[in-house]
């Protein structure tokens, strides 16, 4: 079974944007790595818990992964009900700090130092996306241009970065532009022909 046909099939529980409510990017993700790597041992990293409802999801249909996910709102991460139905679930609230620059959103501090997980097989960056007044400036450090730079050498072999909801297909070439790798290894999808709406669209590293 797919990971957006499992979530489907109990949309309460699962009630993910991603899941064909708002965005289809499971399908993207089933075609990526969901369904031949489902009861693979992985450790998968969510950026942006929010209520949690790809989180449940990961958990119950990668059965053998340890998912860990990250939240600013500790409110959020509080919110987050039954948390003993889901013991593969780390919860992880990273103080964040304001960028200087006054066109900049809030930038996480990410301190690998401390953070008790060094490689990570898949990463989905479901956080701050880029903000859609298309006319401001967009800071080199706002967190959509980082996520390739902070983690791409923290994948294992065969490891995927996923940034879900591009809100501007100019910000393809800035969050290309401001990774320090290996350019090619990035790739845009753009699902808006399946869901219409602006942001169904993805940008995916793959460490191969």
């Known amino acids: 079974m797919s990971l957006q046909q499992f979530c489907q099939n109990d949309a309460e ?7 064909g409510h708002q965005h289809n990017f499971f399908h993207k993700y089933d075609e990526l790595f969901a369904v031949t790597r489902r009861y693979d041992p992985m450790v998968i990293l969510e950026l942006g818990t929010h209520l949690g409802a790809s989180t ?12 860990l996910t990250i939240e600013r709102n500790k409110d959020l991460i509080n919110m987050f009900t039954n948390k003993h139905e889901f013991p ?6 990273l103080e964040w700090f304001s960028a200087s620059s006054p066109h ?3 930038v996480p501090k990410f301190d690998f130092a401390t953070f008790p997980y060094q490689k990570f097989d898949i990463i989905i960056d479901d956080c ?3 903000p859609p ?12 241009t980082q996520t390739f730079n902070r983690f791409y ?3 294992n072999p065969g ?5 879900d909801c591009i809100q501007h297909d100019s910000y393809v070439d800035i969050i290309k532009n401001a990774f320090v790798g290996d350019k090619s290894k990035i790739k845009f999808y753009d699902l808006r022909h399946m869901i219409n709406h602006y942001d169904n669209t993805m940008l995916v590293y793959t460490n191969d």
């Open 159 to 163: 490891g995927m970065i996923i940034i």
């Open 128 to 130: 701050v996306a880029l």
């Open 104 to 106: 900049a959103w809030d």
């Open 56 to 67: 449940k999801c990961y958990h119950d249909y990668f059965v053998n992964s340890k998912i």
């Open 133 to 144: 007044d298309f006319n401001n400036p967009i800071d080199q450090v706002h967190v959509q």
């Open 153 to 155: 050498d923290k994948l």
């Open 13 to 19: 529980r699962y009630a993910s944007h991603s899941a």
């Open 88 to 93: 593969r679930i780390e919860f992880f609230w």
